[in-house]
């Protein structure tokens, strides 16, 4: 996809959020703009070093990596990155995705209900075994070590 | 200039839509309701998405099929920037998570001992790739961003993790905390072992279970919702990379060891 798709639908995609932030999360959209912008720029940061980088991995590894790094303790503008981006709600760039990947799997749907009870077994399943496999090591692991 | 009006053209529709669905899924804002142990939280997000697919080919017919295509490519545009969102978070916890020790990271690894069961389960119910996507992981925010680059918008795997997502969605909470319950009930498991398990990667899971547990072993509330906190906002953090490294080749492989030996095509 060129840059110029990218900056068309990461600027429709802003708007969107910061619409999100103020209607959800009562955040005007002047407040929300220097987030957006931030978030924005690392997404299209992170496609162009996934690009330039010859490691082949999918661009948003780049993207939350470079969100990570540019947030964590050894970056200088931690402090700004953090106090802008925390304007924009936890949920609200996720409202627009909905919204869209809603329209994309539209045509599924007659599909998904003729076999949608057996992702409910699976859901449920997933839910246990995570659990009990996480509970299991965590009791093996402070055993081991002593702590129980 | 000729060619971004083309396709603001052609995707005019979709956009104008999706400012609307926004619009309104927002003003529903997020609704939970209380459900025996549990709560149940629902998100604008999910209302965006099921207005958007009544509105699909099957259902009103708003969208043809070409138009449901092109909304394909936005999806992968459009979540990056809360993919960034999520790292961001990570970033900021570090310090917090780097106090915590090993056993909270070892952890971590039983989320992925699920597939071995989830997998042939799916496989013998019938599902095809679809039961990657589902199993690889409790499919929360992060994976939809993952699924969504690794496999592909349109492909079964992807919408095995949105099936799951959603299903996590609208019951996970309260069966979450009716599972920590029904752990702790076995006395198995030490109120810590329980209270790390806790952390799955969903915020509201975590709050059902840590709850529950705390409700059960009041001695330990302040350790359980610590550790459960820690937990998730680890896997907040190694989510994606646990993922795309681990929990999907491992699912792939898993898959492609099963499937000859229990899929429908044996059958």
Redesign the interface.
Known sequence: ?KY???L???F??????A??NL??YKTSIIESIPG?V???G??LL??FLSQIIPVK?????Y???????????I?PI?DI??QY?NK?A??A??????????????????E?KR??W??????????????????????M??KV?G?? | MY??VE??KKEFK??I???I???I???I??ISFQVGWGKIVL?????????????????IGY?K?E???T??????????????????????N??KLVALG???I??????????F??IP??LL???KR??IG??Y???R?TN???SI??FG??SPET??T???YI??SV??TV??GF??SL?ASTK???P???G?????GSGS?MAA?TATLANIYPEYANDIFMLGGA?DMLTG?DG??MG?FVAIPLALKLYDWLAPKLGSQKQ
Not at chain 1, 93 to 110: L, W
Not at chain 1, 118 to 139: E, N, R
């Open positions: 996809m110029r798709d990218w068309l639908i990461l429709v995609t802003s708007v969107i959020m619409i999100s209607i959800g957006v931030i978030l924005c690392i997404a992170g496609q991995l999918p661009m948003i590894l993207v939350t990596t470079l969100g990570l790094i540019l947030a964590s303790p970056s931690s990155v953090l981006t924009i936890f949920m760039p996720v409202t627009v995705v909905g919204a869209v990947t809603g329209i994309s799997i539209g045509k599924d749907y007659v998904f076999v949608g057996k992702f409910l077994v699976i859901g449920l399943l997933v839910i246990t075994g995570t659990f009990i496999g996480s509970a299991i090591v965590a009791h692991v402070l070590t702590r129980i | 060619y971004v396709k603001i979709i956009y839509t999706a400012i669905l926004v619009v899924s927002e003003c804002g997020t998100f604008p997000m999910l209302f965006a998405l099921i207005i958007a697919v009544l509105l699909g080919p099957d259902l969208f099929l138009e449901c295509k909304a394909s490519a936005l999806v992968l545009v459009a979540i990056t920037p809360f993919m960034a969102k999520l790292g961001i978070l990570a970033g900021g570090i310090p090993p056993a909270l070892l952890q971590e690894f039983g989320n992925l001992g699920t597939m069961l989830s389960v799916a119910l019938g599902m679809e039961a589902a199993c992981s409790i499919n925010e939809l961003g993952l680059h690794v918008p349109d919408r095995g949105f099936a799951i299903i996590g019951i996970g069966y979450m599972l920590a752990m198995l498991f030490h810590w072992a329980l790390m398990a806790s952390g799955v899971m279970a937990s953090i994606i990379y795309m």
